[in-house]
């Protein structure tokens, strides 16, 4: 399959998707390509009462299709459906998602949608196998707890991985038997309004899977705060989430999962497979231009293998290979916009002017659009800037120690809880380690999710509450009702 495309012949659909139809609107917030910077479209904004058309109509739909009371193999074999044509037209979204994200076309096709795909049929089957429970109580009684769908539930999602990150949302909320009414980042929304229009395609039913377009400020403000969204599933920064519980908070209570940022260390034992370790450090941070909540972001590797470490790490980011992302041949991502840019290579020359060294790249590329060099850091403790915020792009810190205690309390951040990753040969240290540990997610001897969607992800600390994928994110779709029975 040639991927390879002119990102100028590329039709969008610009509108909002609603009751089964794309809502044609005027974009009103300026959108630049990252790949080469050029202006290409602007993105509408859904104001309040366009919002609750979008609830009001996801209402609706549930009422009329009794989506949440049909026979649960029904959900499954639509969503499934749904997934299959996820497959079949993985080009258009890969498409529509690379020219206007950081997401180059071709790990688009054999990554993020294939995959997307599969995670939808990992939830689909969870419509009709995971049910209510029969619970223990004396003979004069009869007691279960029974689960039920929310309604509506509200989801926002980031740019950084559009189709993953609504997959993630739309997969779970559906099987469970809920509407959803979706907003896609303001930044890349394109590809999630024609997931939507699949959905409807594969047949379900018209209104169940609304897309509105807007920013935070004012369309994510109306999803959270509506009265008749039951519970909100977001996935963003760790100050969107922030103001997102506060606005909750204001306007109603209601449950909210929430998947925020990282700032995730990998630590490296003496005993490790170097170059194993080497090739999934270098990876995640490569990986979408480090643009990932779970970047491996700070390495804390032992003092002795310090040197041959760095050095089989730089030996790859040298290999980067950047490109737009509609060229199939591209490998490394551009930065999302010109001010993430330059808000990168502001915390890299703070961090080099509190002390640390710069071992490898620490600029922005040469070239058209909003690249920037990989970039390894020796920083001089952990005050530093570079350690300190999410940085959300290629930059790796790199601090050492000498012993188990002094690594562990490297590990711990201040701030953020999403991932660690740990190389070792040490059975014992590794589960030892894994025990305390303060993340949501340990990776030992490796440094990505693999395909086994059964593994929930999710925070500890400030990088979020609840979880996706997994079970759990099934379960949270749902909510229980407690049922005891006089005999
Ligand atoms: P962001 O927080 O700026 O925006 C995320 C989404 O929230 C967008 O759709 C945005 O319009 C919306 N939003 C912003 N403010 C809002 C508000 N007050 N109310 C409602 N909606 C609001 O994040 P981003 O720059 O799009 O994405 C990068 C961030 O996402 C990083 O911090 C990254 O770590 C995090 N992230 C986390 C995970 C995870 O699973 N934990 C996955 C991907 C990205």
């Not at 009103?28 to 602007?42: C, E, L, W």
Request: proline content about 6%; aromatic content about 6%.
């Amino acid at each position: 399959m040639a991927l390879s495309f002119n990102p100028d012949t590329i039709h969008l659909p610009i509108g909002h998707f609603i009751g089964g139809r794309l809502v044609a609107a005027e974009g009103v917030i300026d959108m630049h390509r990252p790949s080469d910077g050029k202006a290409y479209a602007g993105c509408p904004l859904a104001d309040e009462a366009l919002v609750d058309r979008a609830v009001e109509t996801a209402k609706q739909a549930l009422k009329v299709s009794n989506w949440g009371g049909v026979r649960p193999r029904e959900r499954t074999v639509a969503l499934q459906r749904w997934a299959d044509l996820i497959e079949s037209e993985a080009e258009t979204l890969a498409k529509l998602e690379a020219l206007s994200s950081t997401r180059p076309v071709g790990h688009l096709v054999a990554g993020d949608i294939a995959v997307s795909a599969e995670q939808i049929r990992f939830f689909a089957e969870f419509a009709d196998k995971e049910g209510s429970d029969l619970v223990p109580t004396d003979d004069g009684n009869f007691g279960m707890v029974m689960t039920e769908p929310y309604g509506v539930v509200g989801a926002i999602t980031p740019w950084n991985f559009p189709v993953s990150m609504a997959a993630w949302k739309l997969g779970p909320a559906l099987a469970a038997g809920n509407a959803v009414v979706l907003k896609p980042s303001e930044i890349t929304p394109f590809s999630t309004v024609y997931l939507a229009e699949l959905a409807v395609r594969a047949g379900l039913p018209a209104g169940l899977v609304n897309v509105v377009l807007g920013d935070g400020p004012v369309t994510g403000n109306a999803i959270t705060g509506h009265p008749d969204i039951a519970k909100v599933s977001f996935t963003g920064s760790t100050g969107a989430g922030s103001a997102i519980m506060a606005n909750i908070a204001a306007t109603g209570v209601k449950p909210m999962t929430l998947e925020l940022g990282g700032k995730s260390p990998q630590l490296v034992f003496a005993d490790a497979d170097l170059d194993k370790a080497a090739a999934a450090i270098a990876q995640s941070i490569l990986s979408n231009a480090g643009q990932a909540c779970v970047a491996g972001s700070r390495l804390i590797v032992e003092e002795s293998v310090a040197a041959p470490l760095v050095e089989a790490i730089v030996r790859r980011m040298r290999v980067a290979k950047a490109g737009p992302t509609w060229d199939e041949a591209s490998d490394y991502s551009p930065i999302i916009s010109k001010r993430q840019l330059n808000r990168i290579h502001g915390i890299v020359e703070a961090a080099v002017s509190a002390g640390g060294e710069c071992l490898f790249g620490g600029g922005p590329m040469d070239a058209p659009g909003y690249f920037y060099h990989p970039t390894l850091l020796a920083v001089r403790d952990s005050s530093s800037p570079a350690v300190a915020e999410e940085i959300f792009g290629p930059v790796l810190t790199m601090q050492t120690f000498a012993d188990e205690e002094e690594a562990l309390a490297l590990a711990d951040h201040p701030t953020y809880g999403l991932a660690a990753g740990l190389f070792t040969r040490d059975l014992s240290r590794a589960l030892r380690l894994t025990r305390l540990l303060q993340a949501g997610t340990v990776w030992v001897n490796r440094y990505s999710r693999s395909r086994d969607h059964i593994l929930p992800t999710g925070g500890y600390k400030r990088s979020g509450v609840g979880k996706d994928l997994g079970r759990e994110a099934y379960q949270a779709n749902r909510k229980s009702k407690s049922v005891l029975i006089s005999l």
